[in-house]
């Protein structure tokens, strides 16, 4: 059993996934690529069969690149580690510390996917999953990912508590490049198990990590601030930064502004779900006049015939 954290601080007890899973794994995705490169490779014959032999092959060699290579790197960083033969199998391909991967890391897990999967028939990589304590081929180990299982009791998850709200947005402007992922695993892993420990021996730990955490974004950490409160700001404020870089250029839609009747349009009135003005009664109804009596109608001047 190991334990990792996701990129949402999020500590979960996951095993990484060992040979005979990564093997179905990438069986599945080398069935359904080589299915594609097949039926890509035969419509290619047919439509370049005009052509000599030196385009042909050319076009052959960058079909199987775009197909066998190309493809897998695009569908890993585009699915965030999961392939259609890891998404069966209930694998998922992370960073060291937990998050999400990158194009970086798909590219370099590619690239040597070619030498130790295609061109050795998976020996290399099987060798290499053997001898690694966490089943790790060699293109894990270059690019900093692992495979985990992601299908797991949901009772096993446990979240990093939030910092203080008086800490919100305070370290908006340290620098956070220099930091390694070991020292954001090793700070999630105690927040998450901090109120575990023995109260001296957390402080003190706590201490230790603030102190690591200081040196790297090259601003000391705040006397007034406790040092847990510290790491946990700190935490906050870098899952923010990936949050926004994940959703640039996304804006929410504007909610709908109301619209108003105008008043001088016959029936216009103000909408049911809006009160009428306090200070202002309602207005009621115009009542009739009743109709003038006899005493109270107007002379014409004539008088009526005896």
Not at 19 to 46: K, N, Q, T, Y
Not at 49 to 59: F, G, N, P, R
Request: with cysteine; glycine share 8%; aromatic share 6%.
């Amino acid at each position: 059993m190991s334990e990792l954290v996701t990129g949402e601080a999020v500590a979960l007890e996951l095993r990484p996934a060992r040979l005979p899973s990564r093997a179905l794994a990438v069986l599945l995705d080398l069935i359904v690529a080589m299915a594609v490169f097949v039926g890509a490779s035969i419509a290619l014959v047919a439509a370049t069969a005009s052509l000599d032999e030196a385009a042909q092959t050319a076009l052959s060699i960058a079909t199987f690149l775009l197909l066998l290579v190309g493809a897998p790197i695009a569908v890993e960083t585009l699915s965030h580690g999961r392939s259609l033969g890891k998404l069966a199998c209930g694998l998922r391909v992370v960073r060291d510390d937990g998050g999400p991967i990158r194009f970086r890391h798909a590219l370099v897990r590619g690239a040597l996917g070619v030498v130790e999967i295609l061109l050795t028939f998976g020996v290399v990589a099987c060798i290499a999953s053997l001898v690694s304590a966490r089943g790790r081929r060699l293109g894990d180990v270059f690019a900093g990912t692992l495979v985990v299982r992601e299908r797991v009791p949901a009772g096993r998850t446990l979240f990093v508590p939030p910092p203080p709200p008086w800490l919100a947005g305070r370290f908006a402007e340290l620098d956070l490049s220099a930091v390694p992922d070991g020292l954001w695993l090793a700070v999630r892993q105690y927040l998450t198990r901090m109120q575990q420990l023995d109260p001296q021996v957390s402080w003190a730990m706590a201490q230790q990590l603030a102190a690591d955490l200081a040196n790297r974004t090259g601003a000391p950490a705040p006397a007034d601030v406790p040092p847990a409160a510290y790491l946990a700001a700190v935490v906050q404020e870098r899952q923010a930064r990936e949050a926004r870089r994940a959703f640039a250029g996304y804006a929410p839609p504007a909610p709908p502004i109301p619209t108003f009747p105008s008043p001088y349009q016959p029936g216009a009135g103000v909408p049911a779900h809006f009160p009428p003005p306090v200070d202002q009664p309602p207005v009621s109804a115009p009542v009739a006049a009743p109709p003038p009596t006899a005493t109270e109608r107007p002379s014409t001047g004539f008088v009526p015939p005896a």
